[in-house]
């Protein structure tokens, strides 16, 4: 009787231990799934309904005028942020790589700098550096190669705009993919000096495909933050081309008044960056 007495009670300890595990994890889950709610579903409920609002009307009116005048809008900005994110991948693969095998803190901190500096400062920096009689024009007439009063400049066009946005994301590409590449053991990296492999092969054949789930969740949070960017497209586009679609965002709710509209550019643009946040969730919860 006692031994039978003995295992019921571990039994119950066992529950008991498991149940108050459970709510522990509740409590500590509870303010990030308040963050979420506030931050991210509440909006996005009151985006969604307030989307299909026009007036005292309902439908799907305010989705036809934004096919209508931003689908191609829409298609720029992906384009954007596919170009600009390339780019990133791979100065972030070859320059976090090189970091990897040879520790140098100057270039690492120097690489740091943009994390540190607004969307807006940056914006307005690259209006200064890339005019045509800016910073960098101003040193090609200096050693020769241009001359300043015939100069072109690329500020407000989409290269512009790519050069801002890659130089802003360059320092969180790099803590991620540095964050990857420093672990990966160094065995492997031995291994690939002992048969002679050089420093781009390693970086190729040992560091990205070994680092590939990082370097993909990276991208996804790189794409979706560049989906959203509105300074930098806002100060650096021409005005007469293609927009990025926060700027018409911002364009249908300061001078149209028309909050319909705008929920509708912001629910297709969630829409667009939800396959790629739940591809992010799914790599974090399997890690």
């Known amino acids: 009787m006692s031994l039978s007495l003995t295992k019921e009670v571990g039994t119950r300890l066992k529950k008991n231990h498991k149940t108050f595990a459970r709510i522990a994890e509740m409590i500590l889950l509870l303010p990030a799934i308040l963050v979420v709610c506030i931050l991210f579903v509440y909006p996005f409920i009151h985006s969604l309904i307030n989307s299909f609002r026009r007036g005292d009307e309902w439908g799907i009116t305010n989705y036809i005028t934004v096919w209508q005048l931003y689908r191609g809008d829409l298609l720029y900005t992906i384009w954007v942020a596919t170009v600009s994110l390339t780019i990133l991948l791979i100065l972030g693969i070859f320059i976090g790589g090189y970091l990897r095998l040879y520790k140098n803190s100057m270039i690492e901190f120097l690489f740091k700098v943009p994390l540190f500096v607004p969307y807006v400062v ?49 320092s969180m590409v790099l803590l991620l993919m540095m964050g990857a590449f420093r672990g990966i053991d160094n065995s492997y990296i031995d291994a690939a000096k002992n048969i002679g492999a050089k420093n781009l092969k390693i970086i190729i054949n040992i560091l990205v495909p070994m680092a590939k789930n990082s370097i993909m969740v990276a991208s996804i949070l790189i794409f979706t933050s560049m989906m959203g960017s509105f300074s930098i497209p806002a100060m650096l586009a021409s005005g007469n081309d293609s927009q990025m679609i926060m700027v018409d965002l911002y364009y249908q709710i300061v001078y149209q008044n028309n909050y319909g509209v705008a929920n509708a550019i912001g629910v297709i643009s969630y829409l667009v960056s939800m396959g790629a946040a739940i591809y992010y969730l799914k790599m974090v919860t399997k890690k």
């Open 122 to 170: 940056v914006a307005h920096a690259m209006r200064v550096f890339l005019a045509p009689n800016g910073t960098l024009n101003a040193v090609l007439s200096i050693l020769g190669i241009i001359d300043i009063e015939n100069s072109t400049s690329i500020v407000f066009s989409t290269k512009g705009i790519v050069t801002a946005l890659v130089w802003k994301n360059i």
